[in-house]
């Protein structure tokens, strides 16, 4: 049973290990996909393959590779690029499982991530009703709020790693307030976060990362079933996501009590990794350019762009995942019916094609149409809330601490679809 693979593999050097087994045979890898060169900086893999094999399939990583903007932006709409591998996992799964993972498999069968329209379209259309302005709005303070409380620690330790310290507690934290759960309870998310991010990120199904994703959804759900009862006899209505959720009705249609469950594992999986590669591949890019910093902290519109820029110029995620539905052609190959095909991210939001100079970073570049949030029915939920997250914490530290220096060359993740540092140690100034 091959992993999920939603985004990609942890580790990608044995990225086509089929779970439960122990060996994997040697595979062709041309371009260096399975190298950990690629994972430090995969950007001259990318324009290759741009020009050389806009289609490829690689045999390392099992499917093919998208990497021109056109064809990863109209991947996106393409119906025949399947979103749907929830029920491949669960038809995938040995029989001696199947019970036991039965809670994983109902609740990533109602991940709007996970599903093709016409049951994403009901899902979505009511789970955005939820995901408001007004919701952003009542997160803004919350999040300045984190923010100071972070960088007050930080500076009372006079010590600070971007990626322990902030980037990896900023956006769990807004998941809580945003879902509305009492901040003492802020260390369960986190948990339930990480065996997430095992899960979706592993090569190999160990009977611990299942078993532990099994208890992250089981508690999770058991925990939220309460807030949910405790919503419900409360006569007014809270701003909280769990709150808007239960009160989304279109044409008189609800979500259920267990599609709203889902929702909250869903919104804590999306929401959290992804925010916390924004924030430490943004601080090390303007401290790599100092020339640019001003940027940060210029006016509204200043720091709207320059988050935008970040964002295309090191995309937290950098690929994504689809099942092919249907065989078609490409750039003269042909794309055969339940294939994996990689939309890559990373190598679109660098395509000269689309973008003058990509390969610049520039703060102040206007009609930046990057996809880092994807594009088309799955188009990410949070959008505004992690670009909110990313203008607020990196403004925050370039005014805090204007002599901030890089103590060492931070090391890249060992990761192909998330791109972001294990640590990243900086002195104060
Ligand atoms: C910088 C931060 C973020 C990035 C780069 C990002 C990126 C993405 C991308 C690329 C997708 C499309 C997935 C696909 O097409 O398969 C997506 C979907 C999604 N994102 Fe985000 N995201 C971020 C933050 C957030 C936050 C903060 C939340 C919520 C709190 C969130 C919730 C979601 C949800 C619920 C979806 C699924 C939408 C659907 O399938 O209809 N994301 N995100």
Not at 72 to 94: C, I, T
Not at 340 to 362: H, T, V, Y
């Amino acid at each position: 049973m091959p992993p999920l693979s939603l985004l990609g593999s942890r580790v990608a050097k044995r990225n086509r290990e089929p779970a439960f087994m122990s060996s994997t045979p040697e595979v062709a890898d041309p371009y260096g996909l399975i190298t950990r060169q690629f994972q430090v900086d995969p950007y001259p893999t990318y324009e290759k393959l741009r020009n050389d094999a806009p289609a490829y399939f690689s045999e390392a990583w099992g499917g093919w590779l998208l990497t021109r903007y056109q064809d990863v932006q109209s991947g996106f709409k393409d119906p025949r690029l399947s979103s749907n591998r929830a029920g491949a996992f669960g038809a995938m799964l040995p029989a001696a499982l199947k019970e036991r993972l039965a809670p994983v498999v109902q609740s990533l069968g109602l991940w709007a991530l996970l599903i093709d329209p016409p049951a994403h379209t009901r899902i979505r259309s009511l789970v955005n009703k939820a995901f408001t302005p007004r919701l952003v709005e009542y997160l803004r303070p919350r999040i300045q709020e984190q923010v100071d409380l972070l960088f007050d620690k930080a500076e009372a330790a006079g010590k600070l790693d971007m990626v322990h310290d902030v980037a990896n507690l900023l956006p769990v934290a807004v998941i809580g307030d945003m879902l509305g759960i009492p901040r003492e309870d802020g260390q369960k998310l986190r948990v339930w976060a990480d065996a997430f991010a095992t899960f979706f990120g592993t090569t190999k199904y160990t009977p611990e990362v299942l078993e532990q994703m099994r208890t992250g959804i089981v508690e999770m759900e058991e925990y939220f079933r309460g807030a949910v009862a405790q919503r419900r006899k409360s006569s007014t209505q809270g701003s909280d996501l769990l709150s808007t959720m239960l009160a989304a009705e279109d044409e008189g249609r609800f979500l259920s009590e267990q599609e709203v469950l889902a929702t909250c594992s869903l919104v804590l999986f999306a929401g959290h990794e992804t925010t916390t590669h924004l924030l430490s591949n943004g601080l090390y890019l303007l401290l790599k350019n100092p020339e640019q910093r001003e940027l940060m902290l210029g006016s509204e519109e200043q720091l709207t762009a320059a988050v935008e820029e970040l964002l295309r110029y090191e995309s937290p995620i950098q690929r994504l995942s689809r099942v092919i539905a249907e065989d078609y052609e490409l750039h003269g190959q042909q794309l055969r019916k339940g294939q994996k095909a990689f939309l890559m991210i990373g190598a679109a939001n660098r395509d000269p094609r689309q973008f003058p100079k990509a390969e610049q970073l520039d703060l102040k570049r206007q009609d930046n149409r990057h996809i880092a949030f994807g594009f088309g029915v799955h188009y990410c939920l949070g959008a505004a809330l992690g670009r909110l997250e990313g203008q607020i914490a990196l403004r925050a530290v370039l005014r805090r601490f204007p002599r901030m220096k890089l103590l060492q060359e931070p090391e890249r993740l060992e990761n192909v679809a998330f791109r972001g540092y294990k640590a990243m140690p900086v002195a104060l100034g």
